[in-house]
């Protein structure tokens, strides 16, 4: 079972239909919505800050997600959109990442960047702190730079088939 965890008064809340691996560490403000997926060594710690995670949405192996406190000098809370896939071992530190987006594995996106809506983050990418994507948009590179547009057809084949893949994969594990 996943460890889940209140810490300061703050129980995490998961939602209907959520699947969450044996190993997976769900920690304090943290809400995930319904229909996703919480894979292997994954890390949810939302001890110093939120953490929302929305509907069809899968956090891959590996992946560490965390903020920065409400009393430092910048505060940072994460907020993962709809149908968002965030592969293996990336790290998401208190960013904005709206629906419809794919974030590669072992990207890193920094405390108050955004990612725009539809938009593929590339394998090993760095997103900086405060920095904004433009929705629609593949980025790739340290530091992440814009490299194409996303085609509506590739956001359905390569963002969204991807949500609806992890949804079927933690289906044989339920």
């Known amino acids: 079972m996943a ?6 008064g703050y129980e995490p809340k998961i939602g209907n ?5 044996e190993n997976a560490t769900v920690i304090g ?3 995930i919505g319904e229909n996703c997926s919480i894979w292997y060594n994954a890390v949810l710690r939302g001890d110093v800050n939120a953490i929302t995670i929305g509907n069809h949405t899968n956090i891959q192996d590996g992946v560490v997600i965390h903020t920065l406190y409400d009393g ?4 940072s809370q994460t ?7 965030v592969g293996h071992n990336a790290i998401i530190h208190g960013a904005i990442i709206e629906d419809d987006c794919l974030i590669g594995m072992g990207a890193t996106i920094l405390d108050n960047a955004v990612v725009g809506t539809g938009c593929i983050v590339a394998a090993n990418a760095l997103v900086l702190s405060n920095q904004h994507l ?19 057809e590739q956001r359905e084949e390569i963002i969204k088939r991807t949500a609806r893949d992890y949804r079927t994969y933690a289906s044989w594990y339920e």
């Open 3 to 8: 460890l889940i965890r209140e810490v300061r």
């Open 17 to 21: 239909d959520t699947w969450l691996a």
């Open 29 to 31: 403000n943290v809400t």
């Open 72 to 75: 430092s000098k910048h505060p």
């Open 79 to 85: 907020h993962i959109g709809d149908y968002v896939s």
């Open 134 to 152: 433009e929705p629609n948009s593949l980025y790739a590179g340290i530091p992440a730079k814009k490299v194409k547009d996303v085609t509506p």
